[in-house]
């Protein structure tokens, strides 16, 4: 006999399903907020990784940024074409490097105060410890990801 149990894996909602609606409307907000500055929040997170680390090999930007090398390439190929970023091969081995030049840096001093406007309105109105218990359950929540694959 089947016992109906509140609370089931089966009758909750889609993890996945849920996450991506929540980064779709989040994506927009931010979206919305750099629209001035020619950026987009995707290609932000990228530039952000690359102004925080400094030169990064390719290989762990994409570990950072939790996605592929082939996704990576391809949404770096803009960032080079607006001068923002410079990918060269490393001193030594087959690595290839991802730099910010100057026009990268420019154009992340450009985005950043739309990007802090958009952050103080989402935090403000969710809560900072509320958010830092989410990130917090969301870092578990990619690591759980990374060791099912």
């Known amino acids: 006999m089947y016992m109906h149990h509140e609370n089931s894996i089966a009758d909750a909602a889609c993890a996945c399903t849920a996450l991506r609606k929540a980064s779709r409307a989040l994506s927009g907000v931010y979206d919305a907020a750099l629209a001035d500055t020619g950026i987009t929040i995707a290609q932000f997170s990228i530039l952000r990784h690359i102004w925080r680390g400094g030169d990064i090999p390719l290989s762990r930007l994409a570990e950072q940024l939790v996605m592929d090398r ?42 950043t105060g739309p990007w802090e406007a958009a952050q103080t309105h989402i935090l403000g109105e969710f809560g900072v410890e509320d958010w830092q218990t989410l990130e917090t359950m969301l870092r578990t929540l990619t690591a759980i990801a990374g060791d099912a694959r």
């Open 70 to 111: 082939t996704s990576l390439y391809r949404a770096l190929t803009p960032l080079e074409r607006h001068g923002w970023v410079s990918v060269v091969p490393a001193p030594e081995g087959r690595a290839r490097i991802a730099s910010l030049t100057d026009a990268g840096h420019a154009a992340m001093l450009r985005a």
